[in-house]
């Protein structure tokens, strides 16, 4: 499951819609409250979070996933309209795993997920064989 949280309806649906035609389990919501309640219900594989939202900005949802026990090894992609080299230091050191700036290409997008994906999986595949 991934999940993008933008308050941009137009680019939610393209996003939403550009993930599930490659086959992914995605759902997008508008604002920060409704993501933090299906965050308690189901830990997605993948978090894409913009930086403007309205009540609560990104990168300090970001912060609080990261603050989190239980959510701070999930990935996530900034994707924003904030595109200076200091918005990309500010979104990378508060935890993002990379940065994609606004406007983007879906298949730039779609092929930055597999990479995250495929990354993330490695990880949980070396720290499995450390435990055991």
Same mark, same amino acid.
């Given at each position: 499951?991934? =999940?993008?949280?933008? /308050?941009?309806?137009?680019?939610?649906?393209?996003?939403?819609?550009?993930?599930?035609?490659?086959?992914?389990? !995605?759902?997008?919501?508008?604002?920060?409250?409704?993501?933090?309640?299906?965050?308690?219900?189901?830990?997605?594989?993948?978090?894409?979070?913009?930086?403007?939202?309205?009540?609560? /900005?990104?990168?300090?949802?970001?912060?609080?996933?990261?603050?989190? !026990?239980?959510?701070?090894?999930?990935? @996530?992609?900034?994707? +924003?309209?904030?595109?200076?080299?200091?918005?990309?230091?500010?979104?990378? /050191?508060?935890? !993002?795993? /990379? =940065?994609?700036?606004?406007?983007?290409?879906?298949?730039?997008?779609?092929?930055? @997920?597999?990479?995250?994906?495929?990354?993330?999986?490695?990880?949980? +595949?070396?720290?499995?064989?450390?435990?055991?």
């Amino acid at each position: 499951m991934i =999940y993008l949280l933008e /308050d941009d309806e137009s680019i939610r649906k393209l996003v939403i819609y550009a993930l599930k035609s490659q086959g992914y389990d !995605a759902e997008g919501f508008e604002l920060p409250e409704p993501f933090w309640e299906a965050l308690e219900n189901q830990l997605p594989e993948l978090i894409l979070l913009d930086i403007m939202l309205p009540g609560e /900005d990104g990168i300090s949802i970001l912060k609080r996933i990261r603050g989190n !026990a239980v959510t701070k090894d999930i990935p @996530v992609i900034m994707l +924003t309209a904030k595109n200076t080299e200091y918005d990309r230091v500010v979104g990378l /050191d508060a935890g !993002a795993d /990379d =940065y994609v700036s606004k406007p983007f290409g879906m298949m730039e997008l779609a092929a930055r @997920v597999r990479a995250m994906l495929r990354r993330h999986q490695r990880g949980q +595949t070396i720290s499995e064989y450390k435990i055991g």
